[in-house]
């Protein structure tokens, strides 16, 4: 076949992402999108023009080259592909289905200024998952050993793509993750339904297999102080325990049952599967035929009223106190749900939660907003509408407003600089702390994030990391 | 996975277990507490570590089988492993010379208690111990606080046993003898600390309770264990498990320990049916010896 012109490259329309029937995945935890076939694929893949400056790669936090990857997807080659992703992406199946393409190499590609983009993060997908699938994880060369030990504290984003690049640059890298299972967020906070905890655990086994060790149960700061991770033979350190230390609205009612962070909720039943109780132990609250409201707007919030939808909700509605324009959700997310027949209530905020006598949430108050000036974020600001409030019954209520900052690193190591958000400091460049040979990176630095900044953050520590061994001078 | 280097029962249903841990043995003191998880499907359990020795690298839990988990974890023996366990967990006992100290313990909350004793004696208080329990038989670790108290009491429930009546009683009784008394601890069932927390509030006696409420992770990240003290919400895991007692909502941790009681009630029941068709199955299928 010669090959194709521009303009016949361009002619191709973007291919669809199979998925399961919206009222059929509502009711189970199976993933959603099934993936591209071979020929969807190939497909895709022609629609790249092979720009010689392919602006896409900046669009990546940690920069795959994208052009190559997707010209070895057009020839069939789909391991050669999948090779290439890994050198600069440590979790490729993981970011093919969590990562927000749309705003990041999708957002650069320039088919997409005429047309829809080169399905990106679809085609990583498809080849990290085709890799996986018929030969396995395959993992990349490995530089010699430097004897350098680093320690790594959290298995989520950022620690392990931090880890998976030392490991390939010759050091020796031991992650310390608090519960008891590894991949932070990966694992407890989104669903099964949209990132397979199989997939996390086949992505964490090739960073075994290349020699990162993991220890579980280890909560640094209790455990081990940081300290005392240098006095057991650790050269350097990167800090990267996330956000976790959720916020709640400080309203009324807040604490009665049936109230729960997102954070809770999500992981009761991702990490300790309660959807499957009794089958597994821990419990979750019954949202059978019951009304659940979550309230908030990113993707938190999309997972955990999608959740609440699958185990058996009556009525499963997003409450966001803005828009629909200014919700933090990717798109894709916001459109899963509302097929899946989530409702969604804008410009209303909640005033206070009603409860019965024995502590059990029962209803909401609620006032309805409008949008004023801008605010620092550059949304427009929600304003009141006097004299809107209503009443709405509700039986679980779930806040997914975001994240502060873990205190346990703080309180335990208080030589570190921190913010007033108690986020730690960093030099943008290198992810170096105010403490020497101590390195952070994702929304412990951050805030609350993505899953691929805090990839991007790792992998900036990781460099950083690799001189700092071969030249302690650079603090 | 930690061993289990020794299992005995303390009293019916009360269990307690020395377990291999060498790191937490070597860093917790009084009042912190660990996360047992006894397989892959069980549920995430806090306990507060009784004792440690760090020689031995091992730590010493009890634990009382009410739900499915804990009577699970009350059948494990000697030689046995426990999936994980994972702490030291939360803020240690605020600890210091306050004078004369009495430490309270309900149930199995004697047991949970007497570390947080030893450690007021070994700073130097004149240290009372009130051990209560419901019967003459549930009386945890009399030997052991008789070794270490300046003054200890038992009271029973039913009066088969020492001081016939509730702890608060006798500690009204030596509130009344016009002792001067400084600092109050009390570990146990919510209704005893709080009648606790109301017989020490008239006189302005320092008073600190262990709360036990439902937890996740016990690192912060859930926010499922939070509570409401001074009219403000606290995560026990991080910000305690110890507060001042006359500043906790009572009423509200009772109402949240209560979130579950519906399906730890459904997860027991089958439980044990299970339990009871195993054991008709074991009877029946078994071979006749002739």
Redesign the interface.
């Known amino acids: 076949m010669p090959p194709l012109s521009k303009k016949e490259r361009m002619n191709i329309p973007r291919q669809p992402m199979p998925e399961q029937a919206p009222l059929e995945r509502n009711k189970n935890f199976l993933e959603v999108n099934l993936g591209l076939t071979e020929e969807l694929a190939r497909m895709e893949a022609n629609r790249c023009l092979q720009c010689p400056k392919p602006v896409c790669i900046d669009g990546c936090p940690v920069g795959v080259q994208i052009r190559d990857f997707i010209k070895l997807v057009g020839e069939g080659d789909f391991l050669g592909a999948a090779a290439k992703i890994k050198e600069d992406n440590a979790l490729p199946a993981v970011c093919g289905r969590v990562c927000p393409q749309e705003e990041q190499c999708e957002a650069k590609c320039v088919v997409g200024v005429k047309h829809d983009p080169v399905a990106i993060g679809r085609l990583e997908r498809f080849v990290s998952d085709y890799e996986r699938e018929h030969v396995g994880i395959r993992t990349p060369k490995v530089k010699p050993k430097t004897g350098k030990k680093v320690a790594v504290i959290g298995s989520g984003p950022a620690g392990l793509s931090c880890a998976g690049d030392l490991i390939q640059l010759g050091h020796d890298v031991t992650v310390f993750e608090a519960l008891h299972e590894v991949g932070g967020v990966l694992i407890y906070g989104i669903p099964e339904f949209r990132l397979p905890k199989s997939i996390v655990k086949a992505e964490v086994d090739a960073l075994k297999t290349l020699g990162v060790e993991f220890q579980t149960n280890a909560v640094i700061g209790f455990t081990d102080t940081i300290d005392e991770l240098f006095e057991n033979g650790y050269s350097a350190v990167f800090i990267a325990v996330g956000a976790g230390l959720p916020y709640f609205m400080n309203i009324p009612g807040e604490n009665y049952n049936g109230v729960y962070s997102a954070n809770e909720f999500l992981t009761r039943v991702n990490l300790m599967k309660a959807y499957k109780f009794p089958e597994y132990d821990t419990p979750v609250f019954d949202c059978k035929d019951k009304n659940v409201a979550v309230f908030g707007g990113g993707n938190t919030a999309m997972d955990a009223v999608r959740t609440a939808k699958r185990l058996g909700a009556k009525n499963a509605y997003i409450m966001y106190r803005r828009s629909e324009k200014e919700m933090p959700a990717r798109l894709e997310e916001v459109h899963h749900a509302k097929q899946e027949g989530i409702e969604f209530i804008f410009l209303t905020n909640p005033l206070a939660f009603l409860g019965d006598e024995n502590g059990w949430l029962h209803g909401v108050k609620l006032q309805k907003m409008e949008l004023g000036e801008p605010d620092a974020s550059g949304r427009r600001r929600p304003v009141p509408i006097p004299n809107s409030e209503y009443i709405t019954d509700l039986d679980m209520a779930v806040v997914a407003i975001g994240n502060g900052s873990n205190p346990i690193i703080q309180k335990t190591t208080p030589d570190l600089s921190y913010n007033k958000w108690g986020n730690i400091i960093v030099n943008e460049e290198s992810m170096k702390t105010s403490k020497k040979g101590v390195f952070a990176g994702g929304d412990i630095v951050s805030g609350g994030a993505t899953v691929i900044l805090a990839m991007g953050a790792g992998r900036t520590a990781a460099k950083a990391i690799d001189i700092f061994l071969t030249n302690t001078e650079i603090w | 996975m930690n061993k289990i280097v020794s299992a005995e029962f303390l009293a019916a249903d009360i269990k307690r277990f020395v377990i291999e841990a060498p790191?937490?043995a070597a860093?917790r003191k009084a009042g912190q507490f660990v996360i047992v998880?006894i397989d892959e499907?069980?549920?995430?359990i806090p306990l507060t570590i009784a004792d440690s020795n760090k020689e031995e690298g091992t730590i010493t839990i009890i634990v009382q089988g009410i739900g499915?988990?804990t009577k699970e974890i009350n059948n494990h023996v000697a030689g046995d492993s426990f999936?994980?366990?994972?702490?030291?967990?939360g803020k240690p006992s605020h600890i210091e010379n306050f004078g004369t100290a009495i430490s309270i313990g309900g149930g199995v909350g004697t047991a949970i208690a007497f570390p947080t004793a030893v450690a007021l004696k070994e700073a130097g208080n004149y240290t009372i111990v009130i051990n209560g329990a419901r019967n003459k038989d549930l009386v945890l670790l009399e030997k052991e606080i008789n070794l270490v108290a300046d003054e200890a009491y038992i009271t029973t429930d039913d009066g088969s046993y020492g001081y016939h009546g509730f702890v608060t009683q006798k500690l009204q009784e030596l509130i009344d003898s016009g002792r001067k008394i400084d600092f109050v601890l009390a570990i146990g069932p919510i209704p005893m600390m709080r009648a606790v927390a109301n017989t020490t509030r008239p006189y302005g006696i320092k008073t600190v309770v262990s709360l036990n409420p439902v937890m996740?992770?016990g690192?912060?990240?859930?926010?499922?264990c939070?509570?409401?003290v001074d009219n403000k919400?606290v995560?026990v895991c991080?910000d305690g498990p110890e507060f001042d007692a006359h500043l906790v909502d009572f009423d509200?941790l009772t109402?949240?320990n209560?979130?579950?009681n519906?399906?730890?009630k459904?997860?027991l029941d089958?439980h044990l049916c299970n339990l009871d068709k195993a054991f008709v199955e074991a009877v029946t299928t078994e071979p006749l010896h002739q």
């Open positions: 790191k937490i860093k998880r499907k069980g549920e995430r499915k988990t999936l994980d366990v994972v702490g030291p967990l996740v992770d690192t912060g990240m859930c926010g499922g939070r509570a409401t919400t995560f991080v509200l109402k949240r209560r979130t579950y519906k399906s730890e459904e997860a089958n």
